[in-house]
């Protein structure tokens, strides 16, 4: 190739690259990354759960152009569930991001001051650091629309009948994942074990031993609990589980987190895993919404599902409801301030003001698929409430009304960590003059 | 005093009163063994033949037990999915040592351990895009392996043995017995043994590098194949399968890098004395979990006095 030849392709290269430039700057969209975790030792638990997101959003685009005749770009970002992947994926995102999604409590905690710094709001449904639902503290993250100090609140209400006081001189196990997100419900747990005279025991699962969990079902067997709560992702829930058949656990003495509930994970047990239990913002179900899903996008051939079946499952159906609080933030935003677009700080209004009402979810298409709930500016997950669900052998059933959480007990908790966790960033900006309306 | 007999005594009088539990901490930390000592033969074996340190070990049980599992998924039956699986697995041998080894040789050790661990990120790679990421089930009953328990009552206790442990305990004694019959009583085997002594000296006998690195990297496979058969057995075939490889490095430092028994008797004596140490002491003591450090603590004393490893060659290089 000549030098004038060369010259002439770099030429035409940078005026190809600028013409992209120019041509995605006038195609209004709004940038709307996920960090995903399709790879890995936690691909099974992330797999259903980003298809059900990713397809929500599709759905949007493809039945009604967008948000707010906006199109949404919902890109992800691989992190294999990988703390230090995930602050690249959040740095090289970033810049245009109107939101981040980390998936990860370990990323969460990593991202969570930059996000004062980049000012984008940390969308974290289900996940996180439970104190974050203290918005007067961390304005820029939320976690919607149960935090897990919620959920083993609601998994105690649930195992002690509504009474408390009945678990005096019973022994608990906590089954949990050696990791920041299964140590998170520790303080609650312990507090209620002081509170109401019970036995806590914390057994960790480490990362390489998930699927060799021998020596904590060993310890379970000596310990004979009343009930085992389960804190498991990933591969740990299928090894937990499969120890608790080989050990011959009562089932019905079993209770999981919600991502300890997927369908991937009790199938291959059918029968044998028969009355474990999960609990569960989301319900399983046919509802509009799906069969929407399917028209536009999975008969489209834009999803990347495997089979129809995969969109009854608990987890794939939990995307979609995480994906609606994504999109309800983006719509109140919108109705807000009167744009289509809207920026990362019109997001974080959105994400503080949403409120998702019974109407709302019949008109979504998602009538009781999940409770209703409001965020403001001093609560950041809505505090909804959750049902437990049930295997029957064959796939999920609800085995409870709503339960709700004990904010009571909760929210001094928040307050006292919340504020710890300030202290110990000093100086945390909080607010840092966000106005509440 | 109260703690030193916590530490010192309780254990064992709780072994005492309760025989049927420490028997069922026995035989876990045994299956444990031989899972762990088949993982690490898988390294032994490539590193005795040429001095690498295959990081593809674990990606590579992964990758066999998909391929077994997707070929069954596709309609095609256990007996014969098997073979085929095998078939692949040489296929994967063959390539390696085309791609990767051969225009390498002569190069440092470090080198070839990277190129390794380039096999690893391409195993995963194309292993996620041919199979998915989702977990699988392994084909346990169509490959004949029983899924019952079988229950001991001695003590007035109990002892649960599932069969599809006991026969992973079974399989592996016989792969085993197989490589080891190979390793010292066919000319091949000994010719692998020739080249893990000296390469120039086996080379100018007539031995061909190439051929031996395939047939040694596809025993690797089969070892592969059948720790993704026992360990995906137990909690499902994933990705997260890869992780168990891990567990192979604490063993082939007691065992020695290049000792075929080296990994077998590390192998059950981490599997063995971590169960143990985790039961009696870590549970207690230390909040648990102690099994992801213990089998390297262990190996790292064993070091201390025997830097070679228990099994491992002393080589005195002139200075």
Redesign the interface.
Known sequence: MTKLSKIGALVAAGGLALGIGVTSVAAETMYTPNMSYRTGPFAATGIPLMNGQRDYVNMLNARDGGVGGVMVDFEECETGYNTNKGVECYEKTKANAIVTQPWSTGITLQVLPRTNVDRIPILAPGYGFSPMSDGNTFAWAFNPPVSYWDGASMIMNFISDGDMNSLKGQKIALLHLDHPFGKEPLPLLEQYAEEYDFELVPIPVGLKEMQNQSAQWLQIRRERPDWVVMWGWGAMNAGALTEAVKTRFPMDKFVGVWWSGSDDDLIPLGEKAKGYKSISWNVPGDYPVIDAIKEHVVDAGNSMVEEPADMDKVFYQRGVVMSMFLVEGIKAAQEHFDVGAVNAEQLRWGLENLNITDELLEELGMAGMTAPFQTSCSNHTGHGGAWMLEWDGEKFVKASDLLKPDRASIEPLEKEKAAEYAENNAPWPGRDGLPCE | METLYNILIDPFVQMYE?PD?LM??LW?GL??GV?YALIALGFVLIFKSSRIFNFAQGIMVVFAALTLVGLHENGVPAWLAVPLTLGVMYVLAVGIERVVLRPLVGQPDIILFMATIGVTLFL?GFG?FVF????K?MITEALGIPTG?LEFNPFGGFV?I?EKDLTAVVMAVLLVFALITFLNYSSMGRAIRALGDDHQAALSVGISLSTIWVIVWFIAGVIALATGIV?GA???V???????A??ALPVLMLGGLESVSGAIVGGLAIGILE?LF??YWG?PFL???T??WFAFILALIVLLFRPQGLFGERIIERV
Do not use: C, M
């Open positions: 309760a539990f069922q901490v876990e299956v444990s899972l995963i996620e998915g990421g989702e977990n089930v328990a649960l599932e360990w137990r909690a499902g994933s990705f997260a399968l890869e992780v168990i891990y567990k169960k985790e039961i549970q909040g648990g979990n099994e992801t």
